[in-house]
């Protein structure tokens, strides 16, 4: 049930987005390209930050909770991305020589 809501938030998000963003047409629609993608980005990353976790939002110290586990996953994310480039970068990218 809580994911159909959220879906039917997210879909009223991008529709606001795209009706205010109609009364400047053409300056604003990369704009709305930009939210869009946020919006979506939170979306799935939420998703995958929480998956398998019963989280509930009843007070204040259980948002906070929510906020550091979200931004800590992010934060390990983005470290996992540095880790894989930087072994990538280590590698012998020299064809292989047999002589």
Known sequence: MAGGVTILIIVALIVLVL???RFKKLKHEFTA???I????LAFFSFNLAFK???ISVNNV???ENVIKTYFLWFGNAFSNVKDITAQAVKMDWQSNKTT
Not at 37 to 40: D, E, F, K, P, T
């Open 19 to 21: 009706v205010l963003v």
């Open 52 to 54: 398998g976790k019963d």
């Open 61 to 63: 110290s259980d948002i």
């Open 37 to 40: 993608a946020l919006i979506l």
């Open 33 to 35: 390209f930009v939210l």
